[in-house]
């Protein structure tokens, strides 16, 4: 192969190769995005379930001041009956029902403190969870920005690859030629060209036929006859 059809692939291949780093960089961009986006997201529902824990303790600690008011008022009227008991046994059935009531009343205090305290809890998790989500929401903006700043760089060298490209591709002359390669660019992307290293193609290892070195050495196009690529020798420095 000559020095010069040699270079020739090499350069294309490299060029694949630069241009396939340069899209993967291109594409990642919106994929970190969406990424980021979809944690922020997350942090918000996780925000929002602590919020309505929040509000269902809320409302069971309202409940309970509420029994608790009707559980005193009871008291009061029993305190009342006490006086206008007319027996021993009357009164003490009264005083009884007072202090069950009393009990009752103690008990819903206590859950009462007890809810209070999972509040306070809650609530710095809640806290918690909103400082996480400002934080994923920093961290989305500076990804945005990021991203946005490298686009127009990345889209020009792609842009600008794929016009060297087309200049490379022309040392792949013939129909037949043509159209192997269009095929293999397609569906290989940077590995539709394959060294030939030591006599093996670089890409699946397999030995280059005598015949096929000597085809290569005339700077013909040649496949890999296992992998299917254009192989090209690597230029001797
Ligand atoms: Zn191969």
Redesign the pocket.
């Known amino acids: 192969m000559s020095t010069a059809t040699s270079e020739g692939y090499q350069h294309l291949h490299t060029l694949l190769q630069q241009l396939h780093d340069a899209e993967y960089l291109l594409s990642h961009g919106p994929k970190r995005i969406a990424l980021a986006e979809k944690k922020v997201a997350a942090a918000g529902q996780d925000c929002e379930a602590q919020k309505a824990a929040i509000k269902d303790l809320k409302k069971s600690a309202d409940q309970r001041n509420l029994d608790l008011k009707t559980s005193e008022a009871e008291i009061e009227k029993l305190n009342g009956q006490l006086n206008l008991a007319k027996t021993n046994k009357e009164y003490d059935i009264i005083r009884g029902g007072i202090e069950t009531q009393q009990a009752s009343s103690a008990e819903l205090e206590d859950q009462i403190l007890e809810i209070l305290g999972d509040v306070d809890e809650a609530e710095a998790e809640l806290s918690q969870k909103e400082g996480a989500q400002s934080e994923l929401e920093e961290n989305l903006a500076s990804i945005k920005q990021e991203v946005a700043a490298k686009e127009p760089g990345l889209l020009e060298e792609v842009d600008r690859l794929n016009g060297e490209i087309k200049e490379a591709e022309k040392i792949i002359r013939g129909g037949d030629a043509v159209s192997a390669w269009k095929r293999l660019r397609l569906a290989q992307g940077p590995s539709a060209l394959?060294r030939v290293e030591d006599g093996y193609?670089s890409?699946?290892n397999?030995q280059v036929t005598p015949q096929d070195s000597v085809r290569l050495n005339l700077a013909e196009f040649v496949l890999?006859r296992?992998?299917g690529?254009i192989l090209y020798h690597v230029s001797e420095e």
């Open positions: 394959a193609c890409e699946c397999t890999c296992s992998c690529r």
